[in-house]
């Protein structure tokens, strides 16, 4: 985010307090002009489409249609979150180190709740910062669903996704009113992760055991395109 600030606040907050995380940047006399934001993750379209070519694929479909994949169970383990909130008089930073499993069909408890300045934020973005892990119930991010075919016919597929990442998700020009509480949707597009994946690399796809199993060791091709897509399958709503 730009260098360009008058003023620099920088809180590194690290909180244990079962499911909900609080953060704070403020005493309760010094939260006075401030709104209150607090974020949560919201996972949506949960069926996408699969065209021929993949160009038309990733769209919003209707579940157990043909031509489509359907993701019916995973998670996202977040081991760090970052924010940054930037104005023309302030910039805002805060960081949680907390590690986090979210169920990717629910929406999520509350993961931060955030005093800041009131005014103008011409640019917001909230990073879901994924770390390698050695273990396989932890993983970065676990997907699993069903591929059906124009034949109708299903196939289980599974995808495990093990590497460092960070997802961004951005905002512009939200504006913060003093005591006002605002809430900030992570929404996350399952279906956008399918994005340019054709009906030919899933039929053509390796299965093991009959499942087409999408990973750094297994349908690499398919792993790679599953991976570009996490770039933007990530955006944010604010409400009050």
């Known amino acids: 985010m730009r260098n360009l600030i008058q003023k620099n606040i920088r809180v590194a907050l690290s ?10 940047s ?53 081991s760090e979150i970052d924010f940054e909130a930037e104005s023309k008089t302030v910039e805002i930073e805060y960081e949680l180190k907390k590690f986090l499993s979210i169920d990717l069909f629910n929406l999520s408890p509350i993961l931060g709740s955030i005093n800041i ?8 973005e909230l990073k879901l910062v994924l770390k390698k892990s050695t273990v396989s119930s932890t993983i970065p991010l676990t997907l699993k669903g069903t591929y059906k075919d124009a034949n109708g016919l299903s196939t289980p597929v599974e995808f495990y996704f093990n590497e460092e990442y960070e997802i961004e998700i951005e905002a512009e020009n939200v504006l913060v009113k003093s005591n006002t509480d605002y809430i900030g949707l992570v929404n996350l597009q399952l279906n956008k992760l399918l994005v340019n994946i054709g009906s030919n690399d899933l ?23 599953f991976k570009f897509n996490l770039n933007a399958f990530g955006d944010c709503d604010f409400d009050d």
């Not at 039929?203 to 395109?225: C, D, E, F, M, R």
């Open 15 to 24: 909180l244990l307090l079962g499911i909900t995380v609080i953060l704070s």
């Open 26 to 78: 403020c005493s309760k006399d010094e939260a006075i002009g401030a709104g209150n934001l607090q974020y949560q993750v919201k996972p949506v379209g949960f069926t996408g489409t699969i065209a021929s070519t993949g160009t038309n694929s990733g769209l919003n479909a209707i579940i157990g249609s043909s031509n489509t994949l359907s993701f019916t169970s995973g998670s996202v383990n977040v």
């Open 117 to 124: 300045p009131e005014g103008t934020y011409e640019e917001v």
């Open 203 to 225: 039929s053509g796809a390796t299965k093991t055991n009959g499942v087409i199993v999408i990973s750094n060791s297994s349908n690499l091709s398919l792993y790679n395109k």
